[in-house]
Nanobody, 118 residues
Framework: QVQLVESGGGLVQPGGSLRLSCAAS????????LGWYRQALGKQRELVAH???????NYADSVKGRFTISRDSAKNTVYLQMNSLKPEDTAVYYC????????????WGQGTQVTVSS
């Protein structure tokens, strides 16, 4: 099975930026929808962005205009550029394959912690 490893999280002030990376063990972009999920303490895990094999992209309303999902096939990596970060963005961020229902298809990794605080 494909392994996905998240990185790039950290502590940032409100209004700041971070870029998260999701490195895949093999090239799956041609067959798999990939997405970024996040889970804040005490809240449900939610899908914040995904990209299809054809390059179509969708975002949750809460991050539209601030986050950008992209991919680099040569590096087998999906990115999430996060700008204008808000305290509400604080969460553990995970990448995973995404079903047609928006649910994850793979196992969860460790994720990467994003903390937005002044």
């Amino acid at each position: 099975q494909v392994q996905l490893v998240e990185s790039g999280g950290g502590l940032v002030q409100p209004g700041g930026s971070l870029r998260l990376s999701c490195a895949a063990s093999e090239n799956i972009f041609s067959i798999t929808v990939l997405g970024w999920y996040r889970q804040a303490l005490g809240k449900q895990r939610e899908l914040v962005a995904h990209i299809t094999s054809a390059g179509s992209i969708n975002y949750a309303d809460s991050v539209k205009g601030r986050f950008t999902i992209s991919r680099d096939s040569a590096k087998n990596t999906v990115y999430l550029q996060m700008n204008s970060l808000k305290p509400e963005d604080t969460a553990v961020y995970y990448c995973n394959a995404v079903s047609i229902w928006g649910t994850p298809l793979g196992s969860w990794g460790q994720g990467t912690q994003v903390t937005v605080s002044s």
